[in-house]
């Protein structure tokens, strides 16, 4: 008989079963002790979901091939976490729809470290841009900060690099799954952070990157930080998604000003206007945490 644990995993495997239908589910067998014996009919009478969403959730629990799954995942040497473990972050049960569960490689108690600055931009980023973040977070790293970004090209990958050349630690947060990491370039990174530092996902490893995933990943980024860096965003920017978690989660926002003239520009200098404080040094971003 599967434990709780692995049947909540089984359950957050299920295509048709979305945060809401989890929460439903667990509202009305809490313990999951029935999940092999759960009938369309009484779920359809206890929980709010459409008979065709039932009928899925029921045939994906029954088709899912669990043994099978989770001996790959534990060969892969692969951790899982749950919202109901003590290991779970609590930055992160405090956010809108937490993950149920977060699968990563790594050192998950990175997730409890202080000083966790995130860190992100834009996917072209200028010269400008990638001397500045330099600049301004080789200091924090050297003073034991963690740098979190979503391994994407660009101001994420170079956060990444940052760190692990100045044998600080950073965290990689995946918008799709861990066996499907993108871009490719960045696999190398990927794959030495998954060593030495920590990547995980919310995410079942197989699940193939879509681009909704990728908004979705950033309230995780702003979530499990104490502040968030902006550097070089266009005017209508991805980045700006995760500005929009940050001020929800009363999170400090960060934004680097740039040249006016520059479309990479605009996005972070109206964060500026709009009451993100100007970091010019690291000490700008110090003084905040301490």
Not at 143 to 158: M, Q, R, V
């Amino acid at each position: 008989m599967l434990e709780f644990k692995k049947k909540l995993i089984l359950l957050h495997h299920c295509k048709s079963a979305t945060w809401k239908s989890i929460q439903d589910i667990l509202r009305f067998d809490p313990s999951l002790s029935r999940m092999f014996q759960w009938t369309g009919s009484e779920l359809q009478k206890n929980l709010y979901l459409k008979p065709s969403q039932i009928h899925n959730i029921l045939r994906e629990i029954h088709a899912f091939p669990y043994h099978t799954q989770f001996n790959l995942y534990e060969n892969n040497n692969l951790k899982i976490i749950t919202i109901f473990d003590d290991e779970y972050p609590e930055k992160l049960r405090n956010i809108h729809t937490p993950p149920w569960v977060l699968y990563g490689k790594g050192d998950f108690s990175l997730l409890k470290n202080k000083n966790m600055l995130a860190v992100v931009g834009s996917r072209n980023p200028s010269s400008y841009g990638k001397s500045a973040i330099k600049q301004v977070i080789e200091p924090l790293i050297n003073k034991g900060f963690t740098i979190i970004s979503g391994l994407a090209k660009g101001i994420d990958l170079e956060a990444h690099i940052i760190a692990i050349r100045e044998k600080g630690k950073t965290i990689g947060i995946l918008g799709g799954g861990i066996f499907h990491l993108y871009p490719k370039e960045n696999i190398p990174y990927a794959l030495e952070m998954m060593k030495n530092h920590l990547v995980f996902s919310e995410y079942p490893p197989f699940t193939k990157p879509e681009p909704w995933m990728f908004a979705a990943r950033n309230r995780l980024i702003s979530g499990v930080s104490d502040g968030i860096l902006i550097v070089e965003a266009k005017e209508k920017s991805g980045t700006l998604i995760t500005v929009n978690y940050a001020l929800e989660q009363g999170k400090e926002v960060f934004a680097l000003p740039g040249n006016i003239t520059s479309e990479l520009s605009k996005g972070a200098n109206f964060l500026i206007q709009e009451g993100a404080k100007l970091v010019l040094s690291a000490t700008d971003i110090e003084n905040e945490f301490y």
